[in-house]
């Protein structure tokens, strides 16, 4: 079994002649926490998009597992396990959270998620729905309304919707976006405890959340690959740094520290 799970290999969108995503090779091992990470406009959700689907590549090839996955579509490659969270955070707002896992839950059904089908069909998700808000802390909180959570626990619950798809490989995007240091935490040891057993790839502006979870960190710049490595090599790539800050400025870490 080859060490990479998802690769890309001359990945590039364009957009009525301007290049999002240029000419990306990526490689994400089995098994490990990624991190893609660029200023604004580095092209890190548009490659998203591509990975999972949601946008057609211009050119370029996307593997997953050893197999050719660039004319998918997004249905197709969840259900080969290569899952997607989203940047806003996507739940039911009017299902309770343990509604919003259950309705997740459904997808073993097949092609529909039978809204309407009765209660007591449903129930037989109930214990694993129940299992994963556990998981992720959630288990005080499942008879509340979606709407009424607080947004770090919105993200833990969108997370678990995410689980319930069991993933073999999650992307996640900005997992920790505009939270309090207190869910900053929170999220952080919830994304070292589902990437047991598991290959994560995130995008994430928080430097002190990629420093503490990844084990390779791939810096995007203009749609394009500017560095690679670990998160004590990256931060002090002269690239990077002028990327980020300017070309007299200090190393990232220091600068967001």
Same mark, same amino acid.
């Given at each position: 079994?080859?060490?990479?799970?998802?690769?890309?290999?001359?990945?590039?969108?364009?957009?009525?002649?301007?290049?999002?995503?240029? $000419?990306?090779?990526?490689?994400?091992?089995?098994?490990?926490?990624?991190? @893609?990470?660029?200023?604004?406009?580095?092209?890190?959700?548009?490659?998203?998009?591509?990975?999972?689907?949601? @946008?057609?590549?211009?050119?370029?090839?996307?593997?997953?597992?050893?197999? $050719?996955?660039?004319?998918?579509?997004?249905?197709?490659?969840?259900?080969?396990?290569?899952?997607?969270?989203?940047?806003?955070?996507?739940?039911?707002?009017?299902?309770?959270?343990?509604?919003?896992?259950?309705?997740?839950?459904?997808?073993?059904?097949?092609?529909?998620?039978?809204?309407?089908?009765?209660?007591?069909?449903?129930?037989?998700?109930?214990?694993?729905?129940?299992?994963?808000?556990?998981?992720?802390?959630?288990?005080?909180?499942?008879?509340?309304?979606?709407? $009424?959570?607080?947004?770090?626990?919105?993200?833990?619950?969108?997370?678990?919707?995410?689980?319930?798809?069991?993933?073999?490989?999650?992307?996640? $995007?900005?997992?920790?976006?505009?939270?309090?240091?207190?869910?900053?935490?929170?999220?952080?040891?919830?994304?070292?405890?589902?990437?047991?057993?598991?290959?994560?790839?995130?995008?994430?502006?928080? @430097?002190?959340?990629?420093?503490? @979870?990844?084990?390779?960190?791939?810096?995007?710049?203009?749609?394009?690959?500017?560095?690679?490595?670990?998160?004590?090599?990256?931060?002090?790539?002269?690239?990077?740094?002028?990327?980020?800050?300017?070309?007299?400025?200090?190393?990232?870490?220091?600068?967001?520290?």
């Amino acid at each position: 079994m080859s060490d990479a799970i998802l690769e890309t290999t001359g990945l590039t969108k364009e957009f009525r002649g301007f290049v999002a995503v240029n $000419d990306v090779n990526l490689t994400v091992r089995r098994g490990t926490i990624h991190g @893609l990470i660029g200023p604004n406009g580095a092209g890190k959700t548009t490659c998203f998009n591509l990975l999972t689907k949601f @946008l057609p590549p211009t050119r370029g090839t996307i593997r997953y597992d050893g197999r $050719d996955i660039t004319g998918m579509k997004p249905a197709e490659v969840a259900r080969l396990g290569l899952v997607r969270s989203f940047q806003i955070s996507a739940v039911f707002p009017h299902l309770s959270v343990l509604e919003n896992v259950r309705v997740a839950l459904q997808r073993e059904r097949g092609g529909s998620f039978d809204f309407w089908r009765s209660e007591t069909l449903l129930r037989r998700y109930e214990d694993r729905a129940r299992e994963l808000l556990e998981d992720v802390g959630l288990s005080a909180y499942a008879n509340l309304q979606a709407s $009424d959570l607080p947004y770090g626990r919105k993200r833990a619950l969108e997370i678990a919707t995410t689980l319930a798809l069991d993933p073999v490989m999650l992307l996640l $995007d900005e997992p920790t976006a505009g939270m309090t240091h207190e869910d900053v935490d929170r999220v952080v040891a919830l994304v070292k405890r589902v990437a047991q057993g598991r290959t994560v790839l995130l995008v994430e502006h928080n @430097l002190k959340v990629v420093q503490g @979870l990844c084990d390779t960190i791939t810096v995007l710049a203009r749609g394009a690959v500017l560095a690679e490595g670990d998160y004590a090599a990256v931060s002090r790539n002269p690239d990077v740094i002028a990327a980020y800050l300017g070309t007299e400025a200090p190393p990232v870490e220091a600068a967001h520290g």
